[in-house]
């Protein structure tokens, strides 16, 4: 499984980006897709995941100004951030949970870096 992600950038306060990320190389719609961030000297935290069903979840107060979603046609699944705030900084990373038939697989795209400026 391959995922790129794209979308990040330099955005100020209060603004949006919209981050996506495609995949490739399996059966997409068989993935629970996720999105993490990981900002510097910090741990990689879990924003928001999407099962195979359309059933979402997401990171402690996140709810509300972020929105995961999928395109199963197009083998893509897109982050909408809003409201954007300094303390989002971070690189973010499109994840893939992909059952196997030993089990589960995690893949992981190279990041993009989002900066958010006060």
């Known amino acids: 499984v391959q995922l790129q992600a794209s979308g990040g950038g330099l955005v100020q306060a209060g603004g949006s980006l919209r981050l996506s990320c495609a995949a490739s190389g399996s059966i997409f719609s068989n993935h629970e897709m996720r999105w993490y961030r990981q900002a510097p000297g910090k741990q990689r935290e879990l924003v928001a995941s999407?099962?195979?069903?359309?059933?979402?979840n997401y990171g402690d107060s996140l709810e509300g100004r972020f929105t995961i979603s999928r395109d199963n046609a197009k083998n893509m699944v897109y982050l909408q951030m809003n409201s954007l705030k300094p303390e989002d900084t971070a690189v973010y990373y499109c994840?893939?949970?992909?059952?196997?038939?030993?089990?589960?697989?995690?893949?992981w795209g190279q990041g993009t870096q989002v900066t958010v400026s006060s």
């Open positions: 994840n893939a949970i992909v059952p196997l038939i030993t089990g589960f697989g995690t893949y």
């Open positions: 999407i099962t195979r069903g359309g059933r979402t």
